[in-house]
């Protein structure tokens, strides 16, 4: 990461389709990143339980422990 920004470039985390599961490690990453796209879980018919909750605006909750089963 610090040869991208060292270099004047942007880095992005995304995700087309994927439960929260799959979208936890991305939101941790996404904390390094210019750009996150991790709004996978709402284009599936059921996400896990214990999911990650997606609010106004584009936020997200910070996973939950239970997350992880």
């Given at each position: 990461m610090e040869l991208?920004?060292?270099d004047g470039?942007?880095?992005m985390i995304?995700?087309?389709t994927g439960s929260?599961?799959?979208m936890a490690p991305?939101?941790?990453i996404g904390q390094y990143c210019?750009?996150?796209d991790i709004d996978g879980p709402l284009f599936i018919q059921q996400d896990i339980e214990n999911a990650?909750?997606?609010?106004?605006?584009?936020?997200?909750?910070?996973?939950v422990p239970a997350l992880w089963g």
């Open positions: 991208t920004r060292r470039k942007g880095l995304g995700n087309m929260s599961l799959a991305a939101y941790v210019q750009f996150i990650l909750h997606y609010g106004d605006g584009g936020t997200v909750s910070i996973p």
